[in-house]
Nanobody, 124 residues
Framework: QVQLVESGGGLVQAGGSLRLSCAASGRPFSTLAMGWFRQAPGKEREYVTGISRNAGNTYYADSVKGRFTTSRDNAKNTMYLQMNSLKPEDTAVYYC?????????????????WGQGTQVTVSS
């Protein structure tokens, strides 16, 4: 089993920044490809970004390219999401997820382990 705990969410004004963290335990972190998803009220869970096991590959949804950056520190068993130039439409609960697949995936069903989520609210 893998346990994932997100932190760093909060309320920020449009144009501001937040940094989310996802701490993992229960399995060697370097064996997991990771992803960030988000879900706004009344909407489906949406892929945001992903990072491969050794951080050699990162992927971004078009809606966040150039504004969000994902990274990981395998020595600290932690993944990060730096969010800059935040917009009101970025408001959602953000979830980190882990998969034993070699590469990250954009599909929620490919991720076996999920965190509890952290709320990000961007005011206009």
């Amino acid at each position: 089993q893998v346990q994932l705990v997100e932190s760093g969410g909060g309320l920020v004004q449009a144009g501001g920044s937040l940094r989310l963290s996802c701490a993992a335990s229960g399995r060697p972190f370097s064996t997991l490809a990771m992803g960030w998803f988000r879900q706004a009220p009344g909407k489906e869970r949406e892929y945001v970004t992903g990072i491969s096991r050794n951080a050699g590959n990162t992927y971004y949804a078009d809606s966040v390219k150039g504004r969000f950056t994902t990274s990981r520190d395998n020595a600290k068993n932690t993944m990060y999401l730096q969010m800059n130039s935040l917009k009101p439409e970025d408001t959602a609960v953000y979830y980190c997820a882990a998969t034993q697949m070699l590469l990250t995936s954009t599909l929620p069903q490919d991720y076996r382990f999920w965190g509890q989520g952290t709320q990000v609210t961007v005011s206009s």
